[in-house]
């Protein structure tokens, strides 16, 4: 199948562009500066210049793919909005939409208990609104929205599964997630739709 990468050069984007072109997918990666994807080189990946900021680039570039997989993410110092007008441009572009945000937030509200998520509201007080619209607009669109807790490096064993987000067990601390992890179980997800227009939550077993 094809699949689209938004979010391609941060380091879960890469992930998801490594796991997808070695289960032998046709990959389109989406970047604002694609130097920055030189090192990842396969015959099945094929790296296209796109802006959300750029009205109609991104919708060029993902045109013919099945799904888009988006770790689509900004810094304090970027503009909320990208959050928001990325999820616009793919959902009204793309047949399926697969959206990573944050647990905690959205239909995972309250799931981590009052202390810890006024914690989070406020660490991710730059960017919560737009990430609460983008999710909604994905949603909505019947695309797979992924909460995530915090993320990490650890490698993945094969212990992660989504669940849907209201079968979810609130805790006080939140489940990590290895990036590794995320990219598989999202590529898993294109590969076989198991929650489409669901909102759901990675979780992973320890081993």
């Known amino acids: 199948m094809r699949i689209a990468v938004l979010g391609s050069t941060g380091p879960t984007g890469r992930l998801v562009i490594a796991r997808a072109v070695e289960r032998g997918h046709d990959v389109i990666a989406l970047a604002r500066r694609p130097e920055q994807l030189q090192a990842m080189s396969a015959a099945n990946l094929r790296v296209v210049r796109a802006d959300v900021t750029d009205p109609g680039s991104v919708a060029a570039a993902i045109e013919g793919a099945d799904v888009v997989v988006s770790a689509l993410g900004i810094t ?3 503009d909320p909005a990208i ?9 009204s572009a793309a047949p399926r939409v697969i959206w990573l945000t944050s647990l905690g937030m959205g239909a995972t509200q309250g799931a981590l208990g009052a202390l810890n998520g006024a914690l989070l509201r406020r660490i991710l007080r730059h960017e919560w609104d737009a990430k609460e ?12 929205t992924v909460y995530a807790g915090p993320l990490t490096r650890k490698p993945y064993r094969g212990n992660g599964s989504l669940v849907r987000a209201a079968e979810f067990t609130p805790r006080m ?3 990590t997630a290895p990036r590794a992890g995320i990219a598989a179980l999202m590529v898993a997800e ?9 909102d759901t939550v990675a979780l992973f077993n320890s081993r």
């Open 173 to 175: 601390i939140p489940p």
């Open 76 to 78: 304090n110092k970027q």
């Open 190 to 198: 294109a590969e076989t739709p198991q929650f489409a227009d669901a």
């Open 133 to 144: 619209v983008a999710g909604r607009a994905v949603r909505d669109a019947g695309g797979t």
């Open 83 to 91: 959050l928001t007008e990325g999820a616009r441009q793919v959902v």
